[in-house]
């Protein structure tokens, strides 16, 4: 009993043991985002279907999504956010290289847009996964996304957001709602940050799947304790261009 930390007895008196050992955080994957605009004379069906005809191969990234803003800072007005999903850094060192050795469609598609060496890298980690179904499975090929950006406030961690969202998700998720949840951890290529910046988000099962949720969830103006600043919500449209899983 002695090598139990007092947080943790806190913990346990508040929250019961079998909800803390539930709320234990997932070692997650990597997610690298691009922010790109589309170079004059395409379109960005051009550029969703040449993005889709790349040859990725075994060493390629699990999941590449392309991301049209609908609700959104003003700056992000003809650009697109670019999003690969890898296992963690040993993945995406070997497709990068596989890219890198590979004359196909890439050589293509990077005419078609300029993402002005604008490139992050954070971990994700996705909130009981277990009862989402985003995309229908992989079996749709667009849905609609919620993202709002958050700063860690000093003196909590990364457990303390995926806790926090994960009692937020059980309080807020209504019968049927398939959405899938989680948040990522900037950790490479944000605005000097450490570590404490955040991007909460929430992908459709569905368009209207997405549409529902937004009208059940609580849409509170305070900041929770684990969060210095958040940001306003913004809504995206987000297409499918490799499903590996």
Avoid at 114 to 139: F, K, W
């Amino acid at each position: 009993m002695k090598l139990i930390s007092r947080r943790l007895i806190a913990l346990l008196s508040i929250f019961g043991l079998s909800q803390v050992w539930a709320q234990s955080m997932p070692e997650g994957s990597l997610n690298e985002v691009f922010q790109c605009s589309i170079n004059p004379g395409f379109t960005f069906e051009q550029v969703l279907e040449v993005g889709r005809a790349i040859e990725r191969g075994p060493d390629g990234p699990s999941l590449v999504f392309y991301r049209q803003p609908i609700v959104a800072s003003s700056d992000r007005i003809g650009t697109i956010n670019v999003v690969r999903y890898w296992d963690n850094f040993e993945h995406m060192n070997k497709g990068l290289e596989a890219i890198q050795n590979t004359a196909s469609a890439a050589s293509h598609w990077f005419t078609m847009v300029d993402c002005g060496g604008s490139r992050r890298v954070g971990i994700n980690r996705n909130i009981d996964s277990s009862q989402s179904s985003a995309y229908e499975g992989g079996n749709l090929d667009s849905t609609l996304v919620s993202i709002r950006r958050c700063q860690i406030a000093e003196g909590h961690s990364a457990q303390d957001v995926y806790s926090g969202l994960l009692n937020f998700d059980q309080l807020n998720r209504q019968a049927g709602d398939r959405s899938g949840y989680g948040f990522v951890q900037m950790i490479m290529g944000g605005n000097g940050s450490k570590g404490s910046g955040i991007a909460i988000r929430t992908i459709g099962e569905n368009p209207a799947g997405l549409a529902r949720r937004l009208d059940a969830i609580n849409h509170t103006a305070v900041t929770p304790e684990m969060f210095s600043t958040c940001g306003d919500m913004s809504l995206w449209r987000s297409h499918i261009a490799h499903w590996g899983l």
